[in-house]
């Protein structure tokens, strides 16, 4: 669902880059090491802070000049092709993410994963594919980790050996090196479509029906507080940021995110991420600080990228003091795990709460849980929409409107089933109403056969 190149027009333009990615490298290691000879020498012929206050496409063409000269005297014995090559390596070295820059011009890729400096593998179309591309060693990979880290202002070193970060079209980074990372530091890039799914487009996807879209915009409208639930990269990100489009334009939003991934479409947003601690181990800002200052900044709604610890506590008593209409996400299996973990990070906030006063906390602020999955051939849908309705004695009680329900797998490995719909009229319905939203009966009987 989330992945890039799902729709045609993406998947078209994928062999304007498979051949440089797909390509094995040249020479090996004698390749790496003119490469990077000429990377150094580079660096020592040209004032590169002086020369990048120029326009970007003449900067580019004036080093480019300097590398090609720079290639003459090395007297290497290179076709047109691989001097071209190297050439482009080099630029991506200098101005870019060095090898990870042909993937990342690449639409169909959706996760690129460095798992060793000569092992990385990529995600296209929800399957996972090693490439050729490879780094020097762990120092290279160290660097292009530090390039990405320093933009956004953050740091990695043996004392904070793990980070997120972003890169600047939102794709969504975290790296880890020694002493966690055993056999070298490791790369994950999640990425997303330069252009933001729609809603249409999940449709299109077969992400989840018309009638589902229609149901959950409703609810969206009418300031219904919704958790979206799944599992790693099943999509839930996607979704947020599906449902997040149907906020009305006139109200005010504030994002709170580890590292700031979502993309909303509505002008009056104000966004807030996280702060790991300095090199002293002081002044980090964690999520739940930034929950109670967003209540202080006049939000209409709050969004939440994910909560995963105390701070659902915050959220949850958000949702209860006139901040309705609220969305974040939670990792979970279900709906119904997703209500035991947000008892249990409740819990981890203010140990003395009564597990009935969680159980009620969250009834009274959680009306809805939109559960996506991820499934073996790669495609997300939307699995559940889930009502919570209330508690009987202890438990809290809930009812499905929407299911997908899994059928089988075909000989091309592709999974077969029906989105449908339980019959059931959610008790919000008259929330709804209120709210001018009069959906139809048939909504809540329709049946869609993917095969």
Not at 18 to 39: N, S, T, W
Not at 52 to 61: G, I, N, Q, S, T
Not at 377 to 396: K, N
């Amino acid at each position: 669902m989330s992945y890039p190149g799902q729709t045609g027009l993406q998947v078209a333009s994928e062999s304007d880059w498979v051949d440089r990615i797909m390509e094995p490298r040249a020479g090996g290691a004698d390749y790496q090491e003119l490469k990077f000879a000429l990377h150094r020498k580079l660096l020592g012929r040209v004032h590169l802070e002086a020369v990048l206050a120029l326009p970007e496409d003449r900067v580019r063409r004036e080093v480019r000049i300097a590398l090609s000269q720079l290639l003459d005297e090395e007297e290497a014995l290179l076709n047109a092709v691989e001097r071209q090559r190297i050439l482009d390596e080099v630029l991506d070295e200098v101005f870019g993410l060095g090898p990870l820059e042909p993937l990342l011009a690449d639409p169909t890729i959706s996760d690129i994963l460095v798992t060793t400096p000569k092992l990385v593998y990529v995600e296209r179309r929800g399957k996972l594919q090693r490439t050729p591309v490879e780094f020097k060693d762990a120092a290279h990979v160290i660097r292009i980790i530090e390039k990405i880290v320093s933009r956004v202002g953050r740091r990695i070193d043996e004392s904070s050996p793990m980070v997120d970060a972003r890169l600047p079209d939102g794709s969504r980074v975290n790296a880890v090196i020694a002493p966690v990372a055993v056999d070298g530091p490791m790369l994950s890039i999640r990425r997303f479509g330069k252009t933001p799914l729609r809603s249409a487009d999940l449709v299109r996807n077969l992400a989840w029906t018309a009638g589902m879209a229609e149901l959950l915009q409703a609810c969206v409208t009418a300031r219904l507080n919704i958790v979206v639930s799944g599992g790693t990269g099943a999509g839930k990100t996607t979704i947020l940021n599906v449902l997040s489009s149907f906020i009305p334009e006139d109200e005010r939003i504030v994002t709170i995110e580890d590292a700031a991934e979502l993309r909303l479409q509505q002008i009056h947003t104000a966004r807030m991420e996280t702060r790991p601690a300095n090199i002293e181990g002081n002044g980090a800002i964690h999520i739940r600080q930034l929950v109670i200052n967003a209540l202080r900044m006049r939000p209409d709604r709050i969004i939440v990228g994910e909560v995963r610890g105390e701070e659902a506590l915050d959220m949850m008593q958000a949702m209860n003091t006139g901040h309705d209409g609220s969305l974040t996400t939670i990792h979970s299996n279900s709906p119904r795990d997703g209500l035991s973990r947000l008892e249990v990070m409740m819990g981890m906030a203010n140990a003395s709460m009564s597990v009935h006063s969680i159980r009620q906390q969250i009834v009274s602020a959680v009306d809805l849980f939109v559960h996506v999955s991820r499934f073996s051939d790669g495609t997300r849908r939307v699995t559940h929409i889930t009502e919570c309705v209330g508690m009987e004695s202890d438990t809290i009680t809930t009812q499905d409107i929407f299911l997908f329900e899994k059928k089988g797998v075909l000989a091309n490995g592709r999974v077969t089933g029906q989105f449908r719909a339980t019959g059931i009229r959610p008790k919000f319905c008259e929330t709804l109403r209120t709210a001018g939203f009069n959906l139809p009966g048939s909504l809540f009987q329709a049946v869609v056969e993917i095969g």
